[in-house]
């Protein structure tokens, strides 16, 4: 018991040398740098804990909690990285960590070069250290393609554009020098299944990374949630699929892919077929899909969609 008190006391002080000596190089200098001798400490602390890690990890895991009531989301940032180091198996800890840099940190910055370098962060994080930490984790491509499919891929944020901007610039500098990189083969893989895709765009990149944690055979809710990220990324990809703006002027601008349609289709139908609760998500995706096509002139492709919305039983209707 004594030994385990010493412990507590030890992760006590860790914590707190953590929210308070390396805060203020971490707001100036972003959360992937660090001294030569920082590191070496890091290492050496980490060793002597032997099999006591288990013990630090939940301190410090309170310590985050209190963090995140408080909104210290830059002492949190550098906690999370111990938490990370202690406990490397943990895909929640890093899937915590991730969301952290990109929104709530990025959130904090007022500025849009800031804000960029917070999103990254929260992608390389998970791209560069969780995935290879745990590659059989099919959660961390869940969340990996969260941040390009709803942080990049919506408006919620007032920087989304400069986002989307950065991704669409991205794609054209040469392979070695991307801060977005794929695949090629998953890519060759989703093109064969789906057709041309511009990977300009973020729901691009969303249907990568779930189809890399698709390919682990997931089951249950990890193999539901993925397969639900590409169709709903496909689906988005229908009406904005193609870019069409300026990315030297600034100007972010998209148009409808419509050879997407059938593929789409396809991909719902099986989705359809493993979990039955899809089938209400792909009539309402059908309806929806019929009445665009059918304002945007696309007759025979509209006539198609509203025939199988209505083999399936017609438009979902609204709860009383």
Same mark, same amino acid.
């Given at each position: ?8 006391? =030890? ?6 040398? !953590?929210?308070?000596? $390396?805060? %203020?190089?971490? /707001? ?6 660090? $001294? ?19 013990? @630090?990890?939940?301190?410090?895991? !309170?310590?985050?909690?209190?963090? %995140? ?54 992608? $390389? =994080? ?9 590659? +059989?984790?099919?959660?961390?491509? /869940?969340? !990996? ?26 794609? +054209? ?5 991307? =801060? ?5 083969? +998953? ?44 169709? %709903? ?41 493993? $979990? ?39 438009? @979902?209707?609204?709860?009383?």
């Amino acid at each position: 018991m004594r030994v385990r008190a010493i412990m507590f006391a =030890l992760a006590l002080a860790i914590a707190s040398a !953590l929210a308070g000596g $390396s805060l %203020q190089r971490l /707001r100036a200098a972003g959360a992937a740098e660090r $001294s030569a001798s920082e590191t070496t400490w890091v290492r050496y602390v980490m060793v002597g804990l032997g099999g006591f890690r288990g013990v @630090i990890s939940e301190v410090l895991w !309170l310590r985050a909690d209190r963090l %995140q009531e408080q909104g210290r989301y830059f002492e949190l940032a550098q906690l999370a990285e111990w938490i990370n180091a202690l406990d490397p198996r943990a895909a929640d800890a890093w899937a915590f960590s991730a969301w952290n840099l990109a929104y709530n940190i990025g959130a904090m910055t007022p500025d849009v070069e800031s804000k960029l370098h917070w999103l990254h962060a929260g992608i $390389s =994080l998970l791209r560069d250290k969780a995935i290879p930490a745990n590659p +059989t984790a099919p959660s961390l491509y /869940r969340e !990996l393609g969260w941040l390009y499919q709803n942080k990049i891929g919506t408006a919620d944020d007032p920087a989304n554009v400069a986002y989307k901007l950065d991704l669409a610039a991205d794609a +054209t500098r040469p392979s070695g020098e991307r =801060l977005h990189p794929l695949d090629p083969a +998953t890519m060759a893989e989703i093109e064969a299944r789906f057709g041309a895709i511009d990977w300009r765009l973020p729901h691009a990149h969303a249907i990568h990374w779930a189809w890399r944690g698709l390919a682990l055979n997931p089951t249950g809710f990890d193999r539901e949630s993925l397969r639900r990220m590409v169709h %709903q990324s496909l689906a988005t990809l229908i009406l904005s699929g193609k870019f069409t703006g300026d990315v030297e002027k600034g100007k972010w601008s998209v148009g409808p892919d419509w050879a997407l349609v059938r593929p789409t289709m396809a991909f719902f139908e099986e989705s359809m077929v493993e $979990s039955p609760f899809e089938g209400r998500i792909y009539r309402i995706f059908l309806e929806a899909l019929g009445k665009r096509l059918e304002s945007e002139g696309e007759d025979a492709l509209a006539k198609e969609v509203e025939r199988r919305l209505y083999e399936l039983g017609g438009p @979902i209707e609204e709860e009383p």
